[in-house]
């Protein structure tokens, strides 16, 4: 385990020493900017292999965003991220053509998936998760897990980095994606449920390339603690309050339409 870390950390280090090189010496920047677990991590590690070093990768390039995010991180004694590479581009944002993707994900399902990949942070006695009951991780998840993260997103860290206020313009729902521009800086914003095949086309058009292949990273049957995901998934049912805060939020509401928000109340609020 510990080994795997180590490769982690090795691995993490070569790539965001690679990173800072390409944004000083790359004019035009392809930057994969989006909140964790909506599928991000395919996207760049499919478009590192096109376009070699003019790709880059964040989550926040805010102090403060980094900071109060990881406060968490240091109170449970691990270590926190960082992303230098955000920080990075921010400071050289005005001198670069960049061209953003970022994607989004219904909020509850995205915060049950960003909890389960850091459980040592939200989760009490972690390392036994496959005896817990549903009822008890579900109960920390409620408690512990900073659920506003992917309604305060867009408005709080997009917003004040690229000038762009993705709730100004009408979401095509129907398509699921949309292109908005402000000065040097043109984002792609697509939701995470669109089929693979309409993704690469929607990506490739985007950036002008041909056939641009998506490869799966990340994901959590992949992961240690796939079962237990998968049985939390079917177990948890969310009181009315919870679902209706998240679903009716400003973020949800301009990118789902009603229909769509109407099942995915149904989906959370009714389990067996």
Partial sequence: MRFRALLFQIHWRLRELTERINL???KDIILVYTMGKVGSTSIYYSLKRKFKGRVLFTHRMIE???EAYNKAFIKNNIK???SK????????????NIKIISLVREPIGRNISDFFQDLPVYLKNHRMIDGMEPSDIHSQFLQNYPHKIPLRWFDEEFKETTGIDVFNTPFNKEEKYI?????????LVLRVDLDDEKKEKIIGEFLEIDHFHLER???ASSKPYSQAYNSFKEYCKFNDDYVTNMLKSKYCTHFYSELEISELTTQYENKN
């Avoid at 590479?85 to 670069?96: F, I, P, R, Y």
């Fill in 24 to 26: 000083l010496f790359s």
């Fill in 64 to 66: 403060k965003n980094i």
């Fill in 80 to 82: 926190p991220h960082r």
């Fill in 85 to 96: 590479v955000g920080e990075l581009v921010l400071k050289k944002m005005a001198s670069k």
């Fill in 179 to 187: 292109v908005l521009k402000e000065g040097n800086v043109e984002a």
């Fill in 217 to 219: 990273r990340n994901t």
